[in-house]
Each structure stands twice: as structure tokens, then as C-alpha cells.
């Protein structure tokens, strides 16, 4: 299988539709941050690091300022649809492209968890849909056919898809908001952030962990929403950047708000196990009904459906354009990179897609176990987006502008801390993420064709930064201390991961520079310019 040349490619991109502003793209963004991690996260963090967890979502809001300024320069000066899937194609070759590809494939279990939790609290009105942390079957076609909803939602146009967006975006800052308020004047209590074993009652190291396996980092994700939209905003080098640092912005306050509602809220009879005795299967609800609130339960309930459908709404269509950015990577065939000319949207890719999620929602369990793996997922790729902007400031000239001032530190800072946050979400769920990755080479391999203007050993070459950097975060995560054998101890194993990373990154980046100072030939993917 080829790649598409450039005609076909610019062909398919010219029939998206460029009818995106600064609101539509803030509420795309704010609306796939904002999905089902506002009715679980504040539970699991605070079961992990108790109220030490507000420092987990200050640290998530600082990997996404970093992270989101490297893409903010990636989306502004390179605007395609689907980009982040397309960005370490251009800069660092085939290898990690697919590599990138293939993890950006296995993310769409992203949705597969918002449907999941739709089910986890639909439960309370249909208790035949959900037993044991798993769903039955009833619930499983139930979560198909919402997956089939969801998609048939995205197959018209991207100016339906961001009116109904914005409409279910206002409905989820309102509830939130009206949550926080209630449960801040009904159940109060003082003392909680020195109480019940202190400030960190497990260590300031469990901030660390509560980043995946309390689901921070699922939770804050989505703001690089607007970017893969770029292709089709009305002025993507001024709305785009606006709209994603919005959206960040906006749902990090929302989150501790949060955050601390449900600390100050639970009741005393309920910690006398400390934070780790405290368990509910729809947290704001049963809390809501613990402390009498029967109209915020009932409506907490409806916006379980709709936040998390609001977000999971939201990723089919985000979805739907990496996949179609994999069929003009090459990854997929270029059937998948069809655009109907009537919608403007990729329908074959949407239908790719729907196949995905319900394959997910098979041997997942709970919104906790999906989620956790789902968050390496990201991490990874922000991480290589890191590696590409670094790589093409390589190529840069005196006239070439600059949309994000230090971008040239920012880069290797996020690639450490992006690093950092996937090694900290322990052995647990590294041993199963980082090898499904790395699966990804056998894909690379079985598709080989030749022909991309390079032999294989030099793509290869090219493109071994990355597997030598999953292998040894795999093997760093086994020796370390977070859910790891120990062998390696804190905190050297951190001061290990971060200094490791960084050697990778320069690695990465001259790699980088190798590669995109080559000749591009026919069949090539050459970066659009800046």
C-alpha cells in the first residue's frame, strides 16, 4: 500500500469545510476536556493522594500549558486536518509515524470509555447493564447502539456538528457549576485538607500516580481538540491557538473547583479508612444522595449521559479525522481517506472508527481500567509532537516566524515531562500500554512497500529514537518504584527517566533534521510550510 500522491491528498483536503471560529473550536476543545473524567476523577484522585491531588491538577494544568504551546506552534504554522497524527510523519519519517499512527488507533478506546461511563451511571435507572465493574450484555448493545448514534450524529456537516456542540457545552458548565455550589452549601466540612492523615496521607509521591491511575491526565486531555480541526477553521492561525489555551484554562478551574467540592463534602462517617474507604459507583450522585440533594442527584444522572455524550460525540469526530490523516499517511488504505463532497466530512473513516470503539468496549472493564492505558496513549503523542516542532525549527531561516517565543526550550521540557507522567502511571498499566505500541513496528513492517524516497534501513535509522524510547521506559518502569519491583529506588528512578528523555530528545530531534533535509521524493510526505 502507497501513500496517496499529493494531488489526491490535496484533492480530499479541499473538500473539507472551512466554517470554524474562535467559539466553535473553544467549545470543541472545552467539550472533549470536559466528558466523563468530571464525574469519576475527583473520586479516584482523591482515593490515591487524598488532598494532595489538587497538586496532580496543578501539575496536569502545567504539562498542558507546555504541551499545548508545541502544538499551538505545530497547529498555527502548519494547519491540516488531523494534524497530530501528521506532524511526526513530516518530521521524523515513516517509523514513527506509524508508531504514532497506530497509538493514535488504539486511543479511540478514548470513546469507548465515555460510553462506559454513560453505562456506569445509566445503571442506577437500568441495574441490568453494568455488574461487577463490567458490562453484561444488554449493556454492551446498549453501548453499541449509542456508538451508532454518536457517529450518525458526525456523518453531516462540521457546521451541524459545532452548533450541537455548542449547545451541549453550555448544558456542561452549567451542571458542574451548579454541582460545585450545592454540595460547597450542603455538606461542608471543615478541616479536610489537614484531617484524616494530612495534606498527602500516602505520600507526596501518590500525586505522581494519581495523574493515570486516578484518570488527571484522561481528564485534561482534549485540548489539542481544535488542532486536528485546524484543516477546516476560517482562520486557523488566529483562532486556533485562542481557542485551545481557552479551553484549558477554563476546564482546569472547573476541575479543582471540583476537586475541592468533594473533598469538603464527604461525609466524617465515611473516612474512617481514610480516603481509600471512600467508594461509590457514580461519585456526585451518591453523594448528592447522601447529603439529601435528591434534585442535583437526579439531574447529576441526566448530565452522566450527557457530558460524557457530549465528549464521546465529540471524539468519533476527532477520531474520524486522525484516521483519515492515517490514510494519507499510509498506515491505512487511502479508501479510508475519502471525503464526501456533499458533507465535507470523511465517512468511511467514521465508519472505520465505529468498528474500533465497539472492539473496546469488549474486553475493557470500568471508565478506571480504560482510561488509564487510554492516557499513555496521549502522552505519547505528545511527546513526538514535542520532537517535531523541535525538528523543524532545524529547518527555520531568519524569515521564518515564530507563534509560540521559546518554543526552542519549551520542546524538550514537555518531551521530559510528557515522559515523566507516562512513567509515573506505574508497571500496572506501562506493561500493557508501552508493549501495544510497540506493536506497532510489526504493523510498520508488514506495510512496507518501499517507494517513500528512502530504503528501509534508512527509515529504520531514522525512526529508532522512538522504539528505543518505549523500550526503556518499558524496562525503567520495571525497575522503578511505581507499581514496579523496586530495584531501581526513589527518586533516582524519576531523575533517571527525566535524564534518559532528555538524551532521546536530541537524538530525536537531529534525526529529525537528517531526515527532513533529504530530497523529497515522488510519493513522499513533504511538511506543508510554515
Given at each position: 500500500?502507497?501513500?496517496?500522491?499529493?494531488?489526491?491528498?490535496?484533492a480530499?483536503?479541499?473538500?473539507?469545510?472551512?466554517?470554524?471560529?474562535?467559539?466553535?473550536?473553544t467549545?470543541?476543545?472545552?467539550?472533549?476536556?470536559?466528558?466523563?473524567?468530571?464525574?469519576?476523577?475527583?473520586?479516584?484522585?482523591?482515593?490515591?493522594a487524598?488532598?494532595?491531588?489538587?497538586?496532580?491538577?496543578l501539575?496536569?494544568g502545567?504539562?498542558?500549558?507546555?504541551?499545548?504551546?508545541?502544538?499551538?506552534?505545530?497547529?498555527a504554522?502548519?494547519?491540516?486536518?488531523g494534524?497530530?497524527?501528521?506532524w511526526?510523519?513530516?518530521?521524523?519519517?515513516?517509523?514513527?509515524?506509524?508508531?504514532?499512527?497506530?497509538?493514535?488507533?488504539l486511543?479511540?478506546?478514548?470513546?469507548?470509555?465515555?460510553?462506559?461511563?454513560?453505562?456506569?451511571?445509566?445503571?442506577?435507572?437500568?441495574?441490568?447493564?453494568?455488574?461487577?465493574?463490567r458490562?453484561?450484555l444488554?449493556?454492551?448493545?446498549l453501548?453499541?447502539?449509542?456508538?451508532?448514534?454518536?457517529?450518525?450524529?458526525?456523518?453531516?456537516?462540521?457546521?451541524?456538528?459545532?452548533?450541537?456542540?455548542?449547545l451541549?457545552?453550555i448544558?456542561?458548565?452549567?451542571?458542574p457549576?451548579v454541582?460545585?455550589?450545592?454540595?460547597?452549601?450542603?455538606?461542608?466540612?471543615?478541616?479536610?485538607?489537614?484531617?484524616?492523615?494530612?495534606?498527602?496521607?500516602?505520600?507526596?509521591?501518590?500525586?505522581l500516580?494519581?495523574?493515570?491511575?486516578?484518570?488527571?491526565?484522561?481528564s485534561?486531555?482534549?485540548?489539542q481538540?481544535?488542532?486536528?480541526?485546524?484543516?477546516?477553521?476560517?482562520?486557523p492561525?488566529?483562532?486556533?491557538?485562542?481557542?485551545?489555551?481557552?479551553?484549558?484554562?477554563?476546564?482546569?478551574?472547573?476541575?479543582?473547583?471540583?476537586?475541592?467540592?468533594?473533598?469538603?463534602s464527604?461525609p466524617?462517617?465515611?473516612?474512617?479508612h481514610?480516603w481509600?474507604?471512600?467508594?461509590?459507583?457514580?461519585?456526585?450522585?451518591?453523594?448528592?444522595?447522601?447529603?439529601?440533594?435528591?434534585w442535583?442527584?437526579?439531574?447529576?444522572?441526566?448530565?452522566?449521559?450527557?457530558?460524557p455524550?457530549?465528549?464521546?460525540?465529540?471524539?468519533?469526530?476527532?477520531?474520524?479525522?486522525?484516521?483519515?490523516?492515517?490514510?494519507?499517511n499510509?498506515?491505512?488504505?487511502?479508501?479510508?481517506?475519502?471525503?464526501?463532497?456533499?458533507?465535507?466530512?470523511p465517512?468511511?473513516?467514521?465508519?472505520?472508527?465505529?468498528?474500533?470503539?465497539?472492539?473496546?468496549?469488549?474486553?475493557?472493564g470500568?471508565?478506571?481500567?480504560i482510561?488509564?492505558?487510554?492516557?499513555?496513549?496521549?502522552?505519547?503523542?505528545?511527546?513526538?509532537?514535542?520532537?517535531?516542532?523541535?525538528?523543524?525549527?532545524?529547518?527555520?531561516?531568519?524569515?521564518?516566524?515564530?507563534?509560540?517565543?521559546?518554543?526552542?526550550?519549551?520542546?524538550?521540557?514537555s518531551?521530559v515531562?510528557?515522559?515523566?507522567?507516562?512513567?509515573w502511571?506505574?508497571?500496572?498499566?506501562l506493561?500493557?500500554?508501552?508493549?501495544?505500541?510497540?506493536?506497532?513496528?510489526?504493523?510498520?513492517?508488514?506495510m512496507?512497500?518501499?517507494?517513500?524516497?528512502?530504503a528501509?534501513?534508512?527509515?529504520?535509522?531514522?525512526?529508532?529514537?522512538?522504539?528505543?524510547?518505549?523500550?526503556?521506559?518499558?524496562?525503567?518502569?520495571?525497575?522503578?518504584?511505581?507499581?514496579?519491583?523496586?530495584?531501581?529506588?526513589?527518586?533516582?528512578?524519576?531523575?533517571?527517566v527525566?535524564a534518559?528523555?532528555?538524551?532521546?530528545?536530541?537524538?530525536?530531534?537531529?534525526?529529525?533534521?537528517?531526515?527532513?533535509?533529504r530530497p523529497?521524493?515522488?510519493?513522499?510526505?513533504?511538511?506543508?510550510?510554515a
Amino acid at each position: 500500500m502507497g501513500e496517496a500522491d499529493a494531488s489526491t491528498v490535496a484533492a480530499q483536503e479541499h473538500r473539507l469545510r472551512r466554517d470554524l471560529g474562535f467559539w466553535g473550536l473553544t467549545s470543541i476543545g472545552f467539550s472533549n476536556i470536559v466528558g466523563s473524567g468530571w464525574l469519576f476523577a475527583a473520586m479516584y484522585a482523591a482515593q490515591t493522594a487524598g488532598p494532595a491531588s489538587l497538586l496532580s491538577w496543578l501539575a496536569a494544568g502545567a504539562l498542558c500549558a507546555l504541551v499545548a504551546l508545541v502544538m499551538v506552534e505545530l497547529g498555527a504554522s502548519r494547519p491540516e486536518g488531523g494534524g497530530t497524527v501528521r506532524w511526526p510523519l513530516y518530521a521524523s519519517g515513516r517509523l514513527v509515524g506509524t508508531l504514532i499512527g497506530w497509538s493514535a488507533l488504539l486511543s479511540v478506546g478514548g470513546t469507548a470509555a465515555e460510553i462506559s461511563a454513560i453505562m456506569q451511571y445509566a445503571a442506577h435507572y437500568l441495574p441490568g447493564i453494568y455488574h461487577g465493574h463490567r458490562l453484561t450484555l444488554p449493556g454492551l448493545g446498549l453501548a453499541i447502539a449509542l456508538s451508532v448514534v454518536l457517529t450518525a450524529l458526525n456523518w453531516f456537516a462540521v457546521r451541524m456538528f459545532a452548533r450541537l456542540n455548542n449547545l451541549v457545552s453550555i448544558f456542561k458548565i452549567l451542571v458542574p457549576i451548579v454541582t460545585m455550589a450545592a454540595l460547597f452549601a450542603s455538606g461542608w466540612h471543615s478541616g479536610r485538607l489537614t484531617g484524616h492523615g494530612g495534606f498527602a496521607p500516602y505520600g507526596y509521591a501518590a500525586c505522581l500516580s494519581a495523574l493515570a491511575s486516578g484518570g488527571i491526565v484522561y481528564s485534561v486531555n482534549g485540548f489539542q481538540a481544535p488542532l486536528d480541526f485546524s484543516g477546516e477553521a476560517r482562520n486557523p492561525r488566529r483562532s486556533v491557538p485562542t481557542s485551545v489555551l481557552t479551553g484549558i484554562g477554563l476546564a482546569l478551574l472547573m476541575y479543582l473547583g471540583l476537586q475541592l467540592a468533594f473533598l469538603f463534602s464527604v461525609p466524617d462517617n465515611l473516612l474512617g479508612h481514610g480516603w481509600r474507604g471512600v467508594d461509590f459507583e457514580s461519585p456526585f450522585g451518591q453523594l448528592a444522595l447522601i447529603l439529601n440533594l435528591q434534585w442535583l442527584s437526579s439531574l447529576l444522572y441526566a448530565d452522566a449521559v450527557l457530558s460524557p455524550g457530549g465528549s464521546a460525540y465529540v471524539g468519533v469526530a476527532i477520531d474520524a479525522r486522525h484516521t483519515y490523516a492515517l490514510a494519507k499517511n499510509g498506515l491505512l488504505p487511502r479508501f479510508f481517506m475519502q471525503v464526501n463532497p456533499r458533507h465535507g466530512v470523511p465517512h468511511r473513516a467514521l465508519a472505520l472508527n465505529l468498528a474500533v470503539i465497539m472492539v473496546f468496549l469488549l474486553p475493557f472493564g470500568g471508565w478506571q481500567n480504560i482510561v488509564a492505558v487510554m492516557g499513555d496513549m496521549y502522552l505519547l503523542v505528545y511527546a513526538a509532537s514535542a520532537v517535531a516542532v523541535a525538528a523543524f525549527r532545524t529547518q527555520a531561516t531568519s524569515e521564518t516566524p515564530h507563534w509560540v517565543p521559546g518554543v526552542r526550550w519549551i520542546a524538550p521540557v514537555s518531551f521530559v515531562v510528557s515522559s515523566e507522567f507516562v512513567y509515573w502511571s506505574g508497571w500496572h498499566d506501562l506493561r500493557l500500554a508501552l508493549p501495544l505500541v510497540l506493536a506497532g513496528l510489526l504493523v510498520f513492517l508488514a506495510m512496507w512497500r518501499g517507494g517513500y524516497g528512502a530504503a528501509l534501513r534508512d527509515e529504520l535509522r531514522v525512526g529508532a529514537w522512538l522504539v528505543v524510547y518505549l523500550s526503556v521506559l518499558t524496562l525503567l518502569s520495571w525497575l522503578g518504584t511505581f507499581k514496579g519491583s523496586g530495584r531501581l529506588p526513589a527518586p533516582y528512578d524519576s531523575f533517571t527517566v527525566a535524564a534518559v528523555s532528555l538524551a532521546i530528545f536530541y537524538w530525536a530531534v537531529r534525526s529529525g533534521a537528517r531526515h527532513l533535509s533529504r530530497p523529497t521524493a515522488p510519493g513522499a510526505s513533504a511538511p506543508p510550510s510554515a
